[in-house]
């Protein structure tokens, strides 16, 4: 079936440093991806998103690279903070407005 | 704006018993509302699809018997496990689709219901 995944279950970065989360999807039929984050026993608050005719989207402090050749997603977090401490989700859609959701990736920032 | 809530935010109940939650969006009308359950240190699992004024799509290897999804109404859809068991203690997180305007693409998240079954 289907599937999206993480490459890195954990990720610990220092404050101020960049961190790179990274996700791979198997569906090339996928057209729309999304960046979620989510605290402890909280529900995801969505980061940012990026449709497939697009390589790339930034935000304040995030950027999102698509790489549809490699079927790679990328997050990338400007000056970690310790706030940003979270699990992070990439989603994918295709056909419909169904999500799938990745395994994702718990990213520690160290003060 | 684009508010989801949930009720209660968690709940213990006895093995057997049936527990509602409730999930609302406050500020928006939602024609497409989505029930998702996750288990710890595990990703977010569709479970169903709701349709205002029509039944849920269920996603394979869900029972839609024991998982009673009620969409009444543009901001209010209910999930229902009945006979509930401990396997069924997960956190269960509604997300809502706005009816008109913003993106097709947007959902909005609910902050979640913690399940505990005894």
């Known amino acids: 079936g289907e599937s999206v995944g993480l490459h890195l279950p954990t990720l610990s970065v220092q404050e101020g440093d960049n961190s790179i989360i990274n996700c791979a999807y198997s569906?090339?039929?996928?057209?729309?991806f999304i960046w979620y984050k989510q605290e402890s026993g909280k529900g995801p608050q969505f980061i940012i998103d990026?449709?497939?005719?697009?390589d790339k989207r930034q935000g304040q402090r995030v950027t999102v690279l698509l790489n549809k050749t490699v079927k790679h997603l990328s997050l990338q977090i400007a000056a970690t903070q310790p706030g940003d401490s979270a699990v992070y989700f990439c989603?994918?859609?295709?056909?419909?407005?169904?999500?799938?959701f990745g395994e994702g990736t718990q990213l520690t920032v160290n003060p | 704006g684009a508010v989801v809530s949930q009720h209660p935010s968690w709940v213990i109940c006895k093995s057997g018993t049936s527990v509602k939650i409730e999930c609302r969006s406050l500020?928006?009308?939602?024609?497409?509302m989505f029930w998702y359950r996750q288990f710890p240190k595990q990703s977010l699992m569709l479970m169903a699809t709701?349709?205002?004024?029509?039944?849920?799509?269920?996603e394979q290897g869900v029972e839609k018997d024991k998982f009673l999804i009620n969409h009444a109404s543009l901001t209010l859809s209910t999930l229902t496990v009945t006979s509930a068991h401990p396997e069924d203690s997960s956190f269960y997180i509604c997300?809502?689709?706005?009816?008109?305007?913003?993106?097709?693409?947007?959902?909005?998240f609910g902050p979640g219901t913690r399940l505990t079954v005894l």
């Open positions: 709701s349709n205002e004024g029509s039944k849920a799509t269920y």
């Open positions: 569906n090339s039929a996928s057209d729309y």
């Open positions: 990026i449709r497939s005719n697009m």
């Open positions: 997300s809502a689709r706005p009816a008109a305007g913003g993106s097709y693409n947007e959902q909005f």
């Open positions: 989603a994918e859609r295709f056909g419909g407005s169904r999500l799938t």
């Open positions: 500020d928006f009308q939602a024609t497409t």
